[in-house]
Each structure stands twice: as structure tokens, then as C-alpha cells.
């Protein structure tokens, strides 16, 4: 079975802190991937990232960095200096290899605080 | 620019009365997926067309209905709206379904109330 936990279900940080965002993850297939996608309040669903199970490279994109340890099944999110404009609901999805189904976590609500 | 159009963004029905939601995709994208989200909990992928081939998950109630008439338009009918169905309907595309081309991109979501 395939399955996303994102544990923490709020955070509130306040402007300019540091904010890790943790999914950990189950599945049986060797091929799978892995993505992360920001919900503001507006409702759309916007695409973060895309990683591969054969890619343990950790990435960095302007604030955002993704941290993959598949030793530990984790994919965590780190934004760096947090802005009021990074608050939204963060999901973590999983997609197995042999699927086109996208497995989300519950989601954690990140409130930045000016 | 390229994106994924949901209309209308806000619908309300009553109970039992027939509804169609629609969206439209600029991307040229062969796949093409409706997700229920109801309110504080993650996407629930409802069914996907990967180009005319229908993909419907075991447990979407008979209920829902989907057409795709052509590459760019996907509509979501809901043939017997019951109040449980009140929620967020968002829809996506992906380019393909193949490793590289397997992102999902999704529109604004049109939310549901039934009455």
C-alpha cells in the first residue's frame, strides 16, 4: 500500500524564521516519485517540485530546498526567511511507478506571521 | 499563458439537481484528472481520461460522470448532487503519463454547495 504522512498539522511561524515542512512516506515500488504542491487560500493547487526515487540530490530553489533521504522514507520542505506570502496549505504527494494516481498527505497549514 | 480554466469557480445546486462542471486546458496536455477535496483534507483523485481512454477509481460513487469531448475541454457530471457532495472540485492535467511528463498541473477548482 501506498501511503503520505505529513505529521504536523499547523505551524506558525513568524517573518524571516526558518520553517521545515516533513513528509515521510511508504510504498513497495522501486520506482516511484515524489512531489510537493503549495494551496493558498485562492484553492488552486501550485506545483513545487518533482523528485524520482533514483535521485537523492537534494535541491534548492531560491527559499525552498528539498531535503529526500529514502533511508529514512523522507522528502521534507525547508523555506528559509519565511514571508506572509508563503502561507497556504503544503501538500507531499506520492506516485507510484506502474500509476498515474497521485497519493497526497493530509496537508500542513503553514501561517507565516508578520 | 498556458494554464488549466475551471468554471464556474463557485456553483451552487440543490439537492438532487443535476450539475456539470467544466474545465478547459490550454496546455495541450493528453491527460486529463478530477480530484474531490472536501474541506481540511487532501485531493481525492475521482477519475482520469488519458487522452479518450476513460479511468474511473474503484470507489467514485456511480454518482459522478465524466466527458471529454475533445483534447482541451473535461466535464465533471454529477448526476444526483446529496449534500455529502458539497466540496472542492479541482482538475489537472499532465503532458503524459510517461516518467518525465508525469506533473500534475491543476486549475483553481470550482467549489460545490448543495442545498
Known amino acids: 500500500a501506498q501511503k503520505v504522512t505529513q505529521a504536523q498539522t499547523e505551524i506558525s511561524v513568524v517573518e524571516k524564521e526558518d520553517v521545515t515542512l516533513d513528509c515521510v512516506y511508504e510504498t513497495r515500488d522501486t520506482t516511484y516519485y515524489l512531489f510537493w504542491y503549495k494551496q493558498p487560500p485562492s484553492g488552486e493547487l501550485v506545483f513545487l517540485i518533482r523528485?524520482?526515487?533514483?535521485?537523492?540530490q537534494n535541491e534548492i530553489s531560491g527559499r525552498y530546498s528539498w531535503n529526500f533521504q529514502k533511508s529514512t522514507s523522507s522528502f521534507n520542505f525547508t523555506i528559509t526567511a519565511s514571508q506572509v506570502v508563503d502561507s497556504a496549505v503544503y501538500f507531499c504527494?506520492?506516485?507510484?511507478?506502474?500509476?498515474?494516481?497521485?497519493?497526497f498527505g493530509t496537508g500542513t497549514l503553514l501561517a507565516v506571521q508578520p | 499563458d498556458a494554464m488549466v480554466i475551471q468554471n464556474p469557480r463557485y456553483q451552487v445546486t440543490q439537492f438532487g439537481k443535476p450539475v456539470t462542471l467544466s474545465c478547459s486546458q490550454t496546455l495541450n496536455h493528453n491527460v486529463m484528472y478530477w480530484y474531490q477535496q472536501k474541506s481540511s483534507q487532501a485531493p481525492k483523485l475521482l477519475f482520469h481520461?488519458?487522452?479518450?481512454?476513460?479511468?474511473n477509481e474503484a470507489d467514485t460513487p456511480d454518482n459522478f460522470q465524466s466527458r471529454r469531448p475533445n483534447t482541451s475541454f473535461c466535464f465533471l457530471d454529477i448526476r444526483s448532487p446529496g449534500l455529502g457532495d458539497a466540496a472542492m472540485y479541482l482538475c489537472?492535467?499532465?503532458?503524459?503519463?510517461?516518467?518525465?511528463?508525469?506533473?500534475?498541473?491543476f486549475g483553481p477548482g470550482t467549489r460545490l454547495t448543495v442545498l
Open positions: 523528485r524520482n526515487s533514483f535521485d537523492e
Open positions: 489537472a492535467t499532465s503532458r503524459d503519463k510517461a516518467a518525465g511528463a508525469n506533473e500534475q498541473f
Open positions: 481520461y488519458y487522452d479518450k481512454d476513460f479511468n
Open positions: 504527494a506520492l506516485r507510484g511507478g506502474a500509476t498515474n494516481k497521485l497519493i
